[in-house]
């Protein structure tokens, strides 16, 4: 089946740095991929969706110059938080489809833990 | 908009009790459904899906269907194991658009020997 890899898993940075997630489809071209977050305990809330070449599309409250996403290629996506502070803290969680197959679901990749120090 | 609304948690079972979570929506048109399993540290895997009404989804000896007049989608399994320990999402994807998934706010299921 499809496979989408997150890197890296887990990832520990001092405050008031960037941090790049990167979310990569292995055996498919993701033309639409998606970054989550997830508290601890709580459900995903979708922060953004990309497509290949174009602006990522935010969600209300989500702050674009904060979680800055690039989807360069059709195998790649990457998430960077910039200027991370301790309340970014969190779970990341990318998604990606096959946009040349109808009606297929997203996969996902294993996540990225944050912690900002 | 698109909404979906999963029984809370946590549920704590006994190893092959009968098991029921709770999944309705409210959407637009008929989206397709999804029950999505976490472990701890995880990402999301899906379990089963269903994409029109009275379709069954079933993997590992989940099952759930897709009612359409109730507009539910309860995820069964009739033996659990400690192994079935896990979060589990209930999801519809959008029609419209980018066709993201809209998630529930998720059931932890603890499974005891």
């Known amino acids: 089946g499809a496979v989408v890899s997150q890197h890296p898993s887990r990832v520990i940075c001092k405050s008031g740095t960037s941090v790049k997630i990167e979310c990569r489809s292995l055996d498919f071209q993701a033309t639409t991929m998606f970054w989550y977050r997830q508290f601890p305990k709580q459900s995903l809330m979708l922060m953004a969706t990309?497509?290949?070449?174009?602006?990522?599309?935010?969600e209300q409250g989500v702050e674009k110059d904060k979680f800055l996403i690039n989807h360069a290629s059709l195998t790649l996506s990457t998430l960077t938080v910039t200027s991370a502070h301790p309340e970014d803290s969190s779970f990341y969680i990318c998604?990606?489809?096959?946009?040349?197959?109808?009606?297929?679901?997203?996969?996902f990749g294993q996540g990225t833990r944050l912690t900002v120090v | 908009g698109d909404s979906v609304t999963q029984m809370e948690g946590p549920v704590t079972l006994s190893e092959e009790a009968f098991l029921t979570i709770n999944c309705t929506y409210t959407?637009?048109?008929?989206?397709?459904l999804f029950w999505y399993v976490q472990y701890p540290g995880e990402g999301l895997q899906l379990l089963l899906k269903a994409t029109k009404a009275d379709d069954k989804g079933s993997n590992k000896g989940f099952e759930a269907t897709y009612r359409k007049e109730t507009t539910s989608f309860h995820l069964e399994k009739g033996s659990v194991q400690v192994s079935d320990s896990a979060v589990y999402f209930c999801a519809l994807r959008v029609i419209q658009g980018a066709q993201k998934l809209v998630f529930g706010q998720g059931t932890r299921l603890t499974i005891n020997p």
């Open positions: 990309s497509n290949e070449g174009s602006k990522a599309t935010y």
């Open positions: 998604s990606a489809r096959d946009g040349a197959r109808a009606d297929t679901e997203a996969f």
């Open positions: 959407a637009t048109g008929y989206p397709s």
